[in-house]
């Protein structure tokens, strides 16, 4: 009776140091790092033009799409925007998930995101502020880089949003064309100046450009998977940058992720074009699923060493019951 009860408080020992071990290994690899540090922004500037604060509930679908690598403090892991189109489920761009400088994508692992919700302060947790770990990343099968074609991809979050929560809410999903002239807003937190999070929630109204005059704006590589936006009276003030992944929001559903942009106008991917896609894909998540380890990381080594140590445990209670 007494062996078993040691046998099971060394057990429960030995997940704590490995849990302990677990939560180290990331505070420990990130110090290498340099702050500020948004490969994934410096390859693909999204600049959108004229943006001005806005309250949560304005935009309660916002996201923040954060590295933990980066996120030393508070804010500073922001790569990207996205929104929450279902209780678990994020609509981000597919290149915010990509390592840097390859030919190829080649994306990263779930662990290594989270996603905050629920406040325009990306640097600050309010009491309404919800985050989550990254459960299962299902880019676009075709996206493609040069350029960035099926820019789309969805995150499954390691948790549920709470029905009815004050400042998160999901959006629908656009199923219709959107017309030119239709005024969308687009919101994100974005970069003022290389390596400067803007630290609240920003919005900007623009107008649909016809994909007509938007490919000939860009030599004919807009394909009927992308939703064009700008305003071009306003192209020299409040650039703010790194609003890629954010929703461009028309009639109130959400029509286009911030994709790409060389200057004016702003290139979206069209959500409509990929409806389908996007609800087949949210078929296949099991939503009574949850497995993240209780949002702690456990890299290879911390297995290891967890198992040698219930090893090492089994070993000694045997010794003592034969003792
Ligand atoms: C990616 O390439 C750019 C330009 O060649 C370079 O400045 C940058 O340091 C590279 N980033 C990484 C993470 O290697
Ligand atoms: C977006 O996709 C839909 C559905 O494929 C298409 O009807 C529409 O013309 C595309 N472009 C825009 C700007 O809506
Ligand atoms: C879009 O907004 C502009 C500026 O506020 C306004 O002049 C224009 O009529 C609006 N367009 C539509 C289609 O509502
Ligand atoms: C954009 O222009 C190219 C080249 O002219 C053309 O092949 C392509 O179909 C056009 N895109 C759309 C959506 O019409
Ligand atoms: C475009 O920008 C100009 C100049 O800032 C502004 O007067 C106009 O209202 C803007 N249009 C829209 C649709 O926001
Ligand atoms: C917008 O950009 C064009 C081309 O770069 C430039 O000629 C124009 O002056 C700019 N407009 C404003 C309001 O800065
Ligand atoms: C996604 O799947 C869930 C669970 O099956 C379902 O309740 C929800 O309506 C779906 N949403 C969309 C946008 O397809």
Known sequence: MKMWQNFWLQTIGCLFVTLLLAHSSYAGSVSVHSKNTHPVLTEYDSKIFGGSPVAITSAPWQVSVRLLLF???????????????????????????????????????????????GSIYLEEVTPYTLQYNVQQLVP?????????????????????????????????????????????????????????????LLAAVLPVISTQQCNSSYSGQISAGMICAGNQSNNGTNAFQGGSGGPLVCNGKLSGIVSWDSGYPEVCTNLSAYYNWITMTNSTFNYDYYGGAMGLHLGAQQMVLGILCLLVTLF???AAFIK
């Open 71 to 117: 996120e030393i403090q508070l804010g500073q892991g922001h790569i990207c925007g996205g929104a929450v189109i279902t209780s678990r489920l994020i609509i981000t761009a597919a290149h915010c998930l990509i390592y840097p400088n390859t030919t190829q994508p080649i994306y990263r692992l779930p662990s290594e995101f989270t996603v905050v919700m």
């Open 140 to 200: 676009h099968p075709e996206f493609s880089l040069t350029p960035l074609q099926n820019d789309l991809a969805l995150l499954f979050i390691d948790g549920k949003i709470p029905a009815n929560y004050p400042t998160v809410a999901s959006i629908a999903i656009n199923q219709m064309a959107v017309d030119a002239g239709v005024n969308c807003s687009v919101t994100g937190w974005s970069i003022v100046a290389k390596g400067v999070n803007w630290p609240v």
């Open 316 to 318: 000694l209670s045997q």
